[in-house]
């Protein structure tokens, strides 16, 4: 573990990956892969529902955790990632999974079924406010809401591993926007993440203070940018495989290339297109190129 990962455990009082116990539900067979969903609990006894895809008709190759874009949906978690509702270009689960992987897509805090008013995928009016008492209320007793969302994806990957038994050296996390920016900080503390792809979230805190871009709730740690700035982040992902996905019009990635090239080695693929925050077909197929590579080639 990097000294900077080190740091920021310390700094969130982040425990340690722990043994997951996992409950199996429902299975739906479809083309090319099984969905099936999963039920384990969070750190502080609160169910976390996601669906695990799996090659059929095929061998596993290896893993990968998916965590899900926010886009102020906070209906949509895991299902978008399955492809049954939003932006096609987030249904990285049936993707992958035709293509050999088992990937597990957790809801987030407050989205989708960790609502608390209502589950699915319809929304509900105070849905926002959830979201923002998931921080405001840890604030008030000291705690962090970036402890619980790193918590549950340790717990993600740990589920993943569990129930597939896939090879440890084989799995990964990836995530486009939110789910970018967590993948991001889950890969720099937990080094069972042998790489990392992450889309729409590497911008520095200056060039988002100037252009007053608005950061993630959970990275409302105070003293967080004294601590760290995203090149910190990737360097401490490194030298495990990383994919840094951006476009010159997102204000979320907007100076990416600029973090990127403060990192030192080789270990990170750009990929930077001239267009705006939301996916495409050009990026959607570059980042499940990328991830089945990574367990192709291993």
């Known amino acids: 573990m990097t000294n900077l990962a080190t740091k920021l455990r310390e700094r969130l009082a982040l425990a340690d ?3 997951v116990t996992f409950e199996r539900r429902e299975v739906v067979e479809a083309d090319g892969y099984v969905r099936e969903r ?33 886009n102020g949906e906070f209906h949509f978690g895991k299902s978008e990632v399955a492809g049954d509702v939003g932006d096609a270009f987030q249904a990285f689960g049936p993707a992958l999974a035709r293509r050999g992987l088992a990937a597990l897509a957790p809801d987030a805090i407050t989205f989708e079924d960790r609502r608390a008013a209502v589950h699915g995928v319809e929304p509900d009016y105070y849905d926002w406010l959830q979201h923002y008492n998931a921080m405001s209320y840890r604030l008030l007793d000291g705690d962090l809401l970036m402890r619980k969302v ?28 939110y789910g970018g920016y967590t993948a991001l900080y889950h890969a720099a503390v937990d080094a069972r993440c042998r790489w990392a792809c992450i889309s729409g979230a ?13 950061i993630t709730l959970f990275e409302a740690v105070p003293g967080l940018a004294q601590l760290v700035d995203t090149h910190d982040l990737l360097s401490a992902i490194g030298p495990r495989p990383t994919m840094v996905v951006s476009g010159t019009k997102d204000k979320y990635s907007r100076d990416a290339d600029q973090v990127v090239a403060k990192v030192a080695g080789d270990f990170i693929t750009e990929l930077r297109v001239d267009r705006e925050h939301a996916l495409d077909q050009e990026r959607f197929d570059a980042i499940v190129e990328w991830i089945v590579a990574r367990v192709s080639e291993s």
Do not use: K, M, N, W
């Open 150 to 177: 790193l918590d549950d994806a340790q717990r993600a990957l740990g589920v993943l591993l569990q129930a597939t038994g896939v090879d440890e050296r084989l799995v990964g996390v990836a995530g486009h926007s």
């Open 17 to 19: 990956p722990v043994p």
């Open 38 to 70: 999963i039920e384990y609990l969070g750190l502080e006894g609160d169910p976390i529902p996601a669906f695990l895809f799996t090659p059929r008709g095929r061998d596993t190759l290896g893993g990968v955790v998916v965590f899900h874009q926010h």
């Open 202 to 214: 590497v911008c520095s805190f200056e060039t988002r203070r100037r252009e007053g871009t608005g």
